[in-house]
T-cell receptor
Framework: EAGVAQSPRYKIIEKRQSVAFWCNPI?????LYWYQQILGQGPKLLIQ????????DSQLPKDRFSAERLKGVDSTLKIQPAKLEDSAVYLC??????????FGPGTRLTVL | SQQGEEDPQALSIQEGENATMNCSYK?????LQWYRQNSGRGLVHLIL?????REKHSGRLRVTLDTSKKSSSLLITASRAADTASYFC??????????FGKGTLLTVNP
């Protein structure tokens, strides 16, 4: 079965610019997650979708970050405007149960 | 906030040796999971242990869980150079949500 797809794999932007990341989960997975992983740390959950509804976005910096999951499949995560501290790997994961999550390869964002 | 805390932060061993990593957490859990992350890649699920289980095996992996001490350990036996990676514990609740620790960086020297 195909895994979680993410694009782009790498992105370099200047601070105050905007950036968007795309995720295509494994077919049939109702739950989709976006994580931020800063170098040397574990992934931190930003937002969790169940189908196209938001379950948890308590750690999403809503003044600059937004995410949507149209039609309960693909999802996009946007940062506008970006700050230096947003430099991180952004991981998308999907799952069909409360157990295992399947992760994509991530997008490495560098903000200069 | 991060629920799990792995120990040690870094571990370096020779090929063929065993590697043990520990994870402590703070609140009650439904399950505890271990993931591996190779440099520059996504996380790969290794093993899940439920709160009513004490030990689980999968190939060269052995996981223990002590809910009274709120701790878990991951043992990798007969390590290989390909096991070099970061290992994360993640605590799972009933809401499909995982909370990850900071990870242990394992280096297996050939």
């Amino acid at each position: 079965e195909a895994g979680v797809a993410q694009s782009p794999r790498y992105k370099i932007i200047e601070k105050r610019q905007s950036v968007a990341f795309w995720c295509n989960p494994i077919s049939g997975h109702a739950t989709l997650y976006w994580y931020q992983q800063i170098l040397g740390q574990g992934p931190k959950l930003l937002i969790q979708f169940q189908n196209n509804g938001v379950v948890d976005d308590s750690q999403l910096p809503k003044d600059r970050f937004s995410a949507e999951r149209l039609k309960g499949v693909d999802s996009t995560l946007k940062i506008q405007p970006a700050k230096l501290e947003d430099s991180a790997v952004y991981l998308c994961a999907s799952g069909y149960s409360a157990d295992t999550q399947y992760f994509g390869p991530g997008t490495r964002l560098t903000v200069l | 906030s991060q629920q799990g805390e792995e120990d040690p932060q870094a571990l370096s061993i020779q090929e063929g040796e065993n590697a043990t990593m520990n994870c402590s957490y703070k609140t009650s859990i439904n399950n505890l999971q271990w993931y591996r992350q190779n440099s520059g890649r996504g996380l790969v699920h290794l093993i899940l242990i439920r709160s009513n289980e004490r030990e689980k095996h999968s190939g060269r992996l052995r996981v223990t869980l002590d809910t009274s001490k709120k701790s878990s350990s991951l043992l990798i036996t007969a390590s290989r150079a390909a096991d070099t990676a970061s290992y994360f514990c993640a605590t799972g609740g009933s809401n499909y949500k995982l909370t990850f620790g900071k990870g242990t960086l394992l280096t297996v020297n050939p």
